[in-house]
């Protein structure tokens, strides 16, 4: 558990000038037909006091990303960037059960499948730029994680200063079920967590409690659902720009929490030997020897969610986060730009249109992948997933002059 204390919480230094002026006190009352899935009520804003808040707004779909919402968050946190009035920004999830789950993966593969590839590629590229501007963004973050975080969910709110867990939290990167690849900057901030934790939880998409993210540095803050109301109140009352400020309220009102003694948070020393290797082939193996005689079903589930899970998806994942180690955060986001047009392409293989098929369509969790195993994965369709599309293909485009990355 000591690694995991020390383990760095994946926030950066922030820049910028000290809060300056008045606050302009206002809070924007949520429609009533808020439910409603048009691309004006698909990002919602209120304000208090000195804060803005940003509310992802597609609850019927668990506030799944849309090309909409990428602009429409990039367009608001441009503006209260430079809104010498506002201190800082918070983010949270319309309804009880979802901070944001991901992607809109069905209404992606319904693009694909109507040869709309422009539209697919505007969505990685509005949304992974959304991602960089907040992994960036000069003033206080706060994330609200509150229900499910998954996939792009994680992705447009981890690169924030603050995350707050709470024990509806039920994190995970869910892509190689999917026949895709843990993306939205997944390569840069899993790849940071202690150990080998970051290789397991996107070769098996295993989820996370929000005690386990605080654990392992993924959440910064823990709260109880019941007390998300007194804190969003208390954060509305601050007059600051001060990172500091934010933090002392949220540890004032947060609680202390620890993962069950059944977690794999207490398994990392196995998670280190058995995700610790070269190849997916050798991760495989060494679950079978390592775990064979455990009383506890943690490798047996590893190995079944592993044998689910696209093979071709599994070996690029496994570099993606290798890579990421040694990348800073525009660089894994350029690079997964590449492999997520790889992904849609269907140039290598049709696993993420098959994939989202299995689950999310026809829901009959049998997909059938391309290849089939392990061993029909070549390096070359590694290769080439990390390669551009094209010759002609321009790379994703990123403010890295104007915005410095992190590492």
């Excluded at 230094?13 to 048009?38: I, K, Q, T």
């Excluded at 501007?133 to 609200?144: E, I, M, N, Q």
């Excluded at 603050?162 to 190689?176: H, L, M, N, Q, S």
């Excluded at 295993?206 to 007390?227: P, Q």
Aim: hydrophobic share 35%; proline share 4%.
């Amino acid at each position: 558990m000591r690694r995991f204390r020390e383990a760095a919480s994946l926030a950066r230094n922030l820049r910028g000038s000290r809060f300056r002026g008045h606050c302009r006190s206002f809070c924007r009352s949520l429609p009533d037909a808020a439910s409603v899935d048009d691309l004006e009520n698909q990002v919602l804003f209120e304000g208090r006091g000195c804060s803005r808040t940003a509310i992802l707004n597609r609850p019927s779909v668990l506030n799944a990303l849309t090309t909409a919402m990428g602009a429409k968050l990039q367009k608001l946190y441009k503006n209260w960037e430079d809104d010498p009035d506002i201190g800082f920004v918070m983010m949270k999830g319309s309804g009880s059960k979802a901070f944001c789950a991901g992607g809109d993966i069905v209404g992606l593969y319904q693009l694909i499948n109507r040869g709309k590839i422009e539209d697919c590629k505007d969505f990685f590229r509005t949304l992974y730029r959304y991602i960089y501007f907040l992994g960036t963004y000069l003033k206080p973050h706060v994330a609200l994680l509150n229900g499910i975080t998954m996939g792009g969910g994680a992705g447009v709110s981890i690169p924030g200063t603050f995350r707050v867990a709470t024990d509806k939290t039920v994190f995970a990167t869910p892509e190689t079920l999917i026949g895709f690849h843990p993306d939205a900057g997944a390569s840069f901030y899993l790849s940071h967590l202690p150990g080998h934790l970051g290789e397991y939880l996107a070769l098996t998409g295993e989820k996370l409690t929000g005690a386990e993210m605080i654990a392992c540095g993924l959440a910064t803050h823990y709260t109880l659902d019941a007390r998300l109301p007194l804190i969003e109140e208390q954060l509305g009352k601050l007059v600051t720009d001060d990172p500091s400020v934010i933090e002392s309220m949220l540890e004032k009102y947060g609680d202390l929490v620890c993962p069950d003694k059944m977690s794999v948070i207490h398994k990392i020393e196995l998670v280190d030997k058995c995700f610790g290797h070269d190849t997916v082939e050798e991760i495989v193996d060494a679950l079978e020897s390592k775990t064979a005689g455990l009383k506890d079903s943690w490798g047996t589930f590893a190995l079944r969610r592993l044998r689910e899970a696209s093979p071709l998806s599994l070996k690029v994942s496994l570099r993606s986060i290798r890579e990421g180690r040694f990348q800073t955060l525009d660089q894994c986001l350029a690079r997964e730009y590449r492999m997520s047009l790889q992904g849609i392409s269907k140039h290598i293989s049709c696993d993420f249109c098959e994939g989202v098929r299995a689950r999310m369509v026809d829901k009959d969790l049998a997909p059938k992948w391309d290849p089939p195993s392990l061993d029909k994965v070549s390096e070359d369709m590694v290769d080439q997933y990390f390669s551009p599309l094209t010759e002609l293909e321009p790379d994703l485009d990123l403010p890295t002059k104007a915005r410095e990355a992190f590492t």
